[in-house]
């Protein structure tokens, strides 16, 4: 969950139950705890994060996942200090569209067309950095030969709250700094030209 989200969250769930429990001292006691426990996962989400966040900074993702998974992703791409530049609409309600759109910077698009060819299209006009992506594009990273993150309904790590949102960071910046990517986009060796010298 966004790490603003979560918070908010948080913070609504103390201010109903301080309400309901009246204006009491274990009210008060409540809110005080709760604000200490925020501030606590905060500070350890700063130190978790650190290792990643230089890295991350800057970097456009194009996002081809769909349904809720594509605006809570903008959400974490914020926190993260990236920028979604592209995000396809398939499997996304109406209301996943505008919320989509809302969290989108001016110049995000959001596409409708969401075959391979049109995907390819868009990474190279806008210089994408990676891919996140469901079962349904994943090769066509692999075509561009740009850094992607593999994300589906089976992945094997959540992406919820605090810890979550380290895992993302981490998954992020393995698929970005992977060193296959400066292997793959070096000439095959049976294509490089051979001189004989005599």
Same mark, same amino acid.
């Given at each position: 969950m966004h790490q603003k989200s979560y918070l908010f969250y948080l913070k609504l769930l103390v201010h109903l139950l301080s309400l309901s429990l009246g204006d009491s001292v274990l009210a008060h006691e409540l809110q005080e705890r709760t604000e200490n426990l925020i501030a606590q996962e905060n500070s350890a989400l700063d130190i978790a994060l650190a290792p990643y966040l230089a890295d991350l900074k800057g970097k456009r993702i +194009?996002? #081809?996942t769909g349904g809720v998974k594509s605006? #809570? +992703?903008?959400? =974490? =791409?914020q926190d993260l200090g990236m920028e979604v530049i592209a995000v396809t609409d398939g499997k996304t309600t109406e209301e996943e569209k505008a919320k989509i759109q809302q969290y989108l910077s001016a110049d995000g698009m959001l596409l409708a067309d969401t075959t391979p060819q049109a995907i390819l299209k868009v990474l190279n006009q806008t210089k994408a950095d990676i891919l996140i992506t469901g079962a349904g594009n994943k090769y066509t990273a692999l075509k561009t030969r740009i850094p992607f993150l593999y994300i589906? $309904?089976?992945? $094997? $790590? =959540?992406? =919820?709250g605090y810890a979550g949102l380290v895992v993302l960071a981490s998954e992020l910046h393995e698929a970005l700094y992977s060193p296959i990517w400066e292997q793959i986009s070096k000439t095959a060796p049976w294509d490089e030209k051979i001189s004989y010298q005599l």
């Open positions: +194009l996002l #081809s605006w #809570s +992703l903008i959400l =974490a =791409a589906n $309904h089976e992945r $094997h $790590h =959540a992406y =919820a």
